[in-house]
C-alpha cells in the first residue's frame, strides 16, 4: 500500500480532529476549535502517523513533528512501522 492510499482514505477534517484529540490544537482548517467535531473512534497511531505524513497539506504533515513531541511513546511504534514497511516493500 502506498502512501497516496493513506492520505485519501483520512479526510483532512478527520486528521485535524484526530490531531485535537491527541493534545495538537493549532490547526483548525478554518473551523473555530469550539464547534469541532471530536473524532467518533481514534484511529490507530501508526495509521494517524502514516496519514499526516502523507497528507497533502504541508501544515498537517508537520503536525506530526509536534504529536511526536508531545507523546514521544509513540516513536517505538511509529519505528517498528516503517521497518515493516520497508520490509514488505512499501
Known sequence: MDS???ASSVPLPRL???LRAWGVAYLTG???AATMVPAPARLPPLRLCRALAACDEPRV???LIGLLLLHPELAPMLLQGVVAARKAGE
Open 4 to 6: 497516496t492510499t493513506w
Open 30 to 32: 478554518g473551523m473555530d
Open 16 to 18: 485535524l480532529a484526530e
Open 61 to 63: 504533515r508537520d503536525a
